[in-house]
């Protein structure tokens, strides 16, 4: 159970933070960003409920880790060339 919370949690961190790859545009609407949010918190409270006799920091942290904190347009990469002189 507390696998699937986690899988659910990181999921719904995923739609949040990059709403293109699930066909919502730019910008999550307010409404589902604002239902999407607070399922997220209510879902961090199970897992802590959960994780009472463990290092609940240290996993959320190692997760978030693994979370991209960019939007996947600031992430492209360039290059400089050296024109003739």
């Known amino acids: 159970m507390r696998d699937r919370l986690k899988e659910i949690y990181l999921l719904l961190g995923r739609i949040l933070n990059n709403p293109r790859a699930f066909g919502l545009g730019d910008r999550v609407p307010r409404a589902l960003d604002e ?6 918190q209510e879902l961090m409270e199970e897992l802590r409920e959960e994780a009472a006799g463990e290092d609940f920091l240290e996993a959320e942290l190692s997760q978030d880790a693994d979370r991209k904190t960019f939007p996947a347009e600031t992430a492209t990469s360039f290059s400089i060339r050296k024109t003739g002189t």
């Not at 239902?35 to 997220?40: G, N, T, Y």
């Open 35 to 40: 239902a999407l949010s607070k399922l997220r």
